[in-house]
Nanobody, 114 residues
Framework: QVQLVESGGGLVQPGGSLRLSCAAS????????MGWYRQAPGKQRELVALITTLGATNYADSVKGRFTISRDSAKKSMYLQMNSLLPEDTAVYYC????????WGQGTQVTVSS
């Protein structure tokens, strides 16, 4: 069973940047489409960005132009560069396979606040 571990979250002021990382215990990134998801308090988990095995990317309208997803299959890692952060980006961020998720990791908390 592949395990996913997210890191890189933290507290940042509006307009700031963070880079999230996702590490996998197996070679999942070169086999499947992967996504970054987030879940804000009281809301459902939502997909914010995905990357296919061919490197094609897609983003939720709410983060388009501000977030960039990337992966390094050799390093078994995936990243989410988040710029121009807004308070509404506050959430726990998760990485997982898309669309059929495997076991969810613990996620990493991102808090955007002044």
């Amino acid at each position: 069973q592949v395990q996913l571990v997210e890191s890189g979250g933290g507290l940042v002021q509006p307009g700031g940047s963070l880079r999230l990382s996702c590490a996998a215990s197996g070679s999942i990134f070169s086999i499947y489409t992967m996504g970054w998801y987030r879940q804000a308090p009281g809301k459902q988990r939502e997909l914010v960005a995905l990357i296919t095995t061919l490197g094609a990317t897609n983003y939720a309208d709410s983060v388009k132009g501000r977030f960039t997803i990337s992966r390094d299959s050799a390093k078994k890692s995936m990243y989410l560069q988040m710029n121009s952060l807004l308070p509404e980006d506050t959430a726990v961020y998760y990485c997982n396979r898309h669309p059929l998720a495997i076991a969810w990791g613990q996620g990493t908390q991102v808090t955007v606040s002044s």
